[in-house]
């Protein structure tokens, strides 16, 4: 215990602070794309279209079922053996991220829609609304409002799993603490920072998403 | 103006209604009463296709609800409901929850649908709570915003689904009232409800069904006063 000394990380302290900012980018990005695919697929899962029904599930179920870390390794080594290209780091880990977050956000907007009251839908059809336009103005408003917990859960997973992004030799957090354990030759007080900074974020978001929980139920 | 013909729905194995004949003309008030199971919500519902049915013929002003061509929308804007748990959408203010219809399906222009439900929520007393969310009103007043959201469509026939089983004893009236001043009005109304004096006092025609089928049709006063049905009579005996 007695040579513990955090000093040593003070010099590198920008690049934690740059490797933070980074995680949040990559996180934000992908969260974006998982919204976007998983509002589609999530819908798609409930469609009476069997095809779609189909390929939605088949989607979810290999997201869910296949490591994180190997979706990014296949995404970033594997893709350029056959497209003939590589794609960059940044753009590799907010996609792979972005497209595996997809498939449990598809969970997340199925789960929303189908614990919006079933009355909901038949008021909004009584009045002579389309299918579309029932979803649009009355369902999936009222599934976004009971998406928004899990959707913050599914943030912070992300956050965290940002840190995988290090194994394709991407510049983020845990990147940052390998660098500085190697150059400084102490590896506990880097990691101990990286996982401060992650805590500290994550817990801050949770902060944030409490705040804007209660506000929305205030609507109720 | 509604026209029914020999109407079957199942729900899997349960035959619910079997074989449903009626007329109902306009401005006609129809009263539906019978015990619960019996298929009176089964059979309201599908009037405008919440449920569809698996067999007979449904027509409203001579358009076929069960033809593939039928655009469904297009006759539900004309056939208003009104449903046993109201049904507001929570995330919208009563009046955003009265013009939402209009202004989206209708293509009325926002400032109109504004005034004609200004104007509905007059009628039904509650035009103080327009920029009010639904969870913060009564039972009673929830449902008379249903009944003037339904209204804002300016439909043809109005659907009733036991409009005030959910209610507190003490908002019954408000709505039962709304209800008469509607039917005094000239509106084709049908009701599903267990509300005997508003059957007797506002219905021109009362409709008894059990298991699925119509049992027994007529005059309030003939229903109430001189049922011929067995079945109309142990009802009757057991809930007046």
């Not at chain 1, 389309?130 to 409002?145: D, E, T, V």
């Not at chain 2, 004949?21 to 599908?46: A, M, N, Q, Y």
């Not at chain 2, 509106?187 to 049992?215: L, N, P, Q, S, Y």
Request: proline content about 5%; overall charge neutral.
């Amino acid at each position: 215990m007695t040579n513990l000394d955090f000093t040593i990380v003070l010099p590198y302290i920008n690049l934690f602070f740059r490797g933070a900012l980074t995680a949040v980018e990559i996180t934000l990005l992908a969260v974006l794309i998982g919204i976007f695919i998983g509002t589609f697929v999530g819908m798609g899962k409930m469609s009476r279209v069997l095809i779609l029904k189909l390929i939605c599930s088949t989607y979810v179920e290999i997201i869910r079922g296949t490591p994180l870390l190997v979706q990014l390794l296949i995404f970033y080594f594997g893709l350029p053996q056959i497209l003939g290209f590589t794609i960059p780091e940044f753009p590799a880990a907010v996609l792979a991220l972005g497209i595996n977050s997809g498939g449990y956000v598809a969970e997340i907007v199925r789960g929303g829609i189908l614990a919006v009251d079933r009355g909901q839908m038949e008021a909004a059809r009584s009045l002579g609304m389309s299918h579309a336009q029932a979803m649009r103005y009355i369902i999936l408003p009222q599934a976004f409002k009971k998406m928004i917990p899990p959707l913050g859960n599914e943030f912070v997973t992300l956050l965290k799993n940002s840190s995988l992004a290090t194994t394709i030799g991407f510049q983020e957090l845990t990147r940052a603490a390998q660098i500085v354990a190697g150059s400084t030759y102490r590896p506990f007080e880097p990691y101990i920072t990286a996982a401060a900074f992650y805590l500290i974020m994550t817990l801050g978001f949770s902060w944030i998403l409490g705040v804007l929980e209660r506000r929305l139920a205030a609507g109720d | 103006m509604i026209e029914v013909r020999d109407l079957h729905k199942s729900f899997g194995k349960l035959e619910v209604l079997k074989g449903i004949s009626t007329r109902i003309d306009k401005g006609e008030v129809v009263v539906i009463i019978g015990p619960s199971g019996s298929g009176k919500s089964t059979f309201l519902r599908c009037l405008n296709l919440l449920e569809r049915p698996n067999r007979g013929e449904i027509k409203i002003e001579g358009k076929s609800l069960m033809d593939p061509c039928t655009d469904i929308n297009k006759i539900r804007q004309d056939v208003g409901m009104v449903f046993q748990h109201f049904n507001l959408f929570p995330h919208k203010t009563v009046i955003e929850n009265i013009t939402l219809a209009p202004v989206k399906v209708r293509g009325v222009n926002p400032k109109e649908a504004q005034e004609r439900a200004m104007e509905l929520l007059n009628r039904v007393g509650l035009a103080g709570k327009a920029g009010c969310y639904p969870s913060s009103l009564s039972g009673g007043q929830k449902q008379r915003v249903a009944i003037a959201r339904a209204l804002a469509m300016n439909p043809k026939v109005m659907l009733f689904d036991e409009p005030t089983s959910a209610l507190d004893p003490e908002m019954i009236k408000e709505v039962l009232d709304v209800m008469k001043d509607l039917a005094a009005e000239g509106m084709t109304m049908v009701v599903v409800t267990h509300e005997m004096g508003f059957a007797r006092e506002v219905g021109d025609r009362v409709m008894f069904m059990d298991e699925g089928m119509i049992v027994e049709e007529g005059r309030p006063e003939e229903i109430f006063e001189r049922p011929q049905n067995q079945r109309t009579r142990e009802f009757l005996s057991k809930i007046l």
